[in-house]
């Protein structure tokens, strides 16, 4: 299945042209996709609801979106209040339907200067032919590693919790003439999961080895709660490639901030990952991952 990761800069381009549109169309095709930086009401993207302008755009798939923050942008007309809320957050899409989503408001730094905003992770359930999968699009803080490693540890610990917590319901309906569970059968959250985003951070990085530990005595090391970078378990190796340019101290530099970690019972699925370079619909290049999860049969999920 093809795994899309993008942060498309609220449609803005590295061109200064803002069209959502050119998104939309470098993402189309992708099984699953995860976005970052989508807003909805916001005066620099003309008030465009745009989650609701990608769905039209791209129509054969499934969506979820999660604000990071919430604020008023509601008007007045016509002598009543019209209800608006302006948000910014994360998005997923997918071929396959979403059989369940929850949103996870991240740990978050007060801070005097630069501005800092509320970041988030949307999580999102999908019954894939291997098997259930929670995927992630989630967005790290930027200004500080502290800050990340702090986000970091509170979606790990979310993580290895996950099959014992449940999904959004569980045990069985006492009271069925309230038909809580819609006539279904409770939902899985299984430990299987897939994080894609923008984590603001390079590999070797303290927030990533956070992730996928500091270099293991053996090399193939996958724990059955944890996850390893998907360039790093690849099948066709990843040539050397980059998410981000941005010029710092005179000098452009070519940074992967853009990542693909699998847990550990997907690190032998992974087939090919690498990332659209040079595209301008954002500052962010899309992250593309190509992972098996077709074959039935995730060991742990």
Same mark, same amino acid.
């Given at each position: 299945m093809k795994l899309?990761?993008?942060?498309?800069?609220?449609?803005?381009g590295s061109d200064g !042209?803002?069209?959502?549109?050119?998104?939309? +169309?470098?993402?189309?095709?992708?099984? /699953? /996709?995860?976005?970052?930086?989508?807003?909805?009401?916001w005066q620099r993207s003309n008030e465009d609801d745009q989650p609701e302008i990608l769905s039209r755009l791209l129509p054969d798939y499934y969506w979820a979106y999660g604000p990071a923050f919430d604020m008023d942008a509601s008007q007045k007309r016509?002598? #009543?209040?019209?209800?608006?809320?302006?948000?910014?957050?994360?998005?997923? $899409?997918?071929?396959? *339907?979403?059989? =369940?989503s929850r949103l996870h408001a991240l740990p978050l730094r007060r801070t005097l200067r630069p501005l800092n905003t509320r970041n988030a992770a949307l999580e999102?359930?999908? !019954?894939?032919p291997a098997g259930p999968v929670r995927v992630l699009s989630l967005h790290l803080a930027h200004v500080a590693a502290e800050e990340r490693l702090e986000q970091i540890d509170y979606l790990l610990?979310?993580? #290895? !919790?996950?099959?014992?917590? +449940?999904?959004?319901?569980?045990?069985?309906?006492?009271?069925?003439?309230?038909? =809580?569970?819609n006539?279904?059968?409770?939902?899985?959250?299984?430990?299987? @999961? /897939? =994080?894609?985003?923008?984590?603001?951070?390079?590999?070797?990085?303290a927030e990533h080895r956070r992730i996928v530990g500091s270099? *293991?005595?053996? #090399?193939? &090391?996958?724990? /059955?709660?944890?996850?390893?970078? &998907?360039? @790093?378990?690849?099948?066709?190796? @990843?040539s050397d490639f980059h998410t981000h340019e941005k010029i710092i101290d005179g000098r $452009?530099?070519? !940074?992967?901030?853009?990542?693909?970690?699998?847990?550990?019972? $997907?690190?032998?699925?992974?087939?090919?990952?690498? @990332?659209?370079i040079g595209e301008v619909a954002s500052d962010h290049f899309p992250l593309r991952v190509d992972i098996d999860l077709e074959t039935p049969g995730i060991a742990g999920g």
């Open positions: 899309i990761s993008y942060n498309i800069q609220y449609g803005y !042209r803002y069209d959502p549109a050119r998104s939309a +169309g470098l993402v189309d095709g992708a099984d /699953i /996709i995860a976005l970052q930086e989508v807003e909805r009401h016509d002598g #009543r209040i019209v209800n608006r809320r302006r948000q910014f957050g994360t998005m997923v $899409l997918s071929k396959l *339907p979403i059989v =369940w999102c359930m999908i !019954r894939t610990a979310e993580h #290895r !919790r996950a099959p014992s917590d +449940g999904g959004p319901w569980s045990g069985v309906d006492d009271e069925p003439q309230r038909n =809580w569970s006539g279904q059968p409770e939902p899985e959250n299984p430990l299987a @999961a /897939i =994080w894609l985003g923008d984590f603001n951070m390079e590999p070797g990085s270099t *293991p005595y053996h #090399r193939g &090391a996958a724990y /059955i709660d944890g996850f390893v970078d &998907a360039a @790093a378990v690849a099948k066709e190796p @990843a $452009l530099a070519k !940074r992967r901030l853009d990542h693909c970690f699998v847990g550990g019972m $997907l690190a032998e699925r992974v087939r090919s990952i690498g @990332a659209d």
